[in-house]
């Protein structure tokens, strides 16, 4: 790859991230009802870009899954209770009864797009915004250093088969970027050293996200998850990373394993 084909979509990734980023954002600032209902959106268009990818060419399927995420991610977001918690796997339950490829696969990432949705709330409303905002933060970095490190540095790639572009020098640089974003947190926010190697571990889990949806895209033939993000993809692409790590942060607190406590 030449030194201009390196960066060509650099400009185009950058204004069409910091949209989604300060939206994001925005609503991690707000809280309550417009993450809620931020959350619920998210969470039908990335159910209905999987579907597609799992079943293409069966539009008006792929919507209505995506219809019943959204609403049963918003109903279980907004009434709580656990009772309501069985909307969540709903999602998944049709795209195993639906025909498609790889179905239980589809339906268990399924399940983890609903999970990482309820996570960003959770984490706002019951550990505040400096958590969700560490969270974040992790991802951020990871991306970002594993883009410039892998860009720069280039050398071996890291999961060829899965992840063709992943290089291990682009994997090792988001380790370090996330591990920044703890030693931040230690130097700043009075945090105990351990976050450092917590941010560490969470990006790593940011980044099986990440080559989770590319082996699906892959098993599906397809570069990006839809059109909807310029630069970037879909919301698949651009969160696949946010899924992992919410993910992994969630069932490391149900093992009461050591979590940062910010104030606020």
Known sequence: MTGAGKWADLRLRVLSGTVVLVLGFAALWAGGLPLRLMAAAGAGVMIWELAGL????????????????ALSAGLFLIMHGQFWLVLLPLPSVLLIATRRRDRFVTAFYGGLVMLACYAMVAFREGYGLGFVTWVALIVIASDVMGYFGGRIIGGPKFWPAVSPKKTWAGTVAGWVGAAAVGLGAVIWAGQGGFVIWVSALTAFAAQM?????????????????????????GFLDRFDALIGAAVFVIFWGMAQLPLPVFGG
């Open 209 to 233: 996200g990440d080559i989770a949806e590319s082996a699906i895209k892959r098993r599906a033939g397809a570069k990006d998850s839809s059109r909807l993000i310029p630069g970037h993809g």
């Open 54 to 69: 799992s079943a293409p060419g069966r539009p008006r399927q792929a919507l209505g899954i995506a219809a019943l995420a």
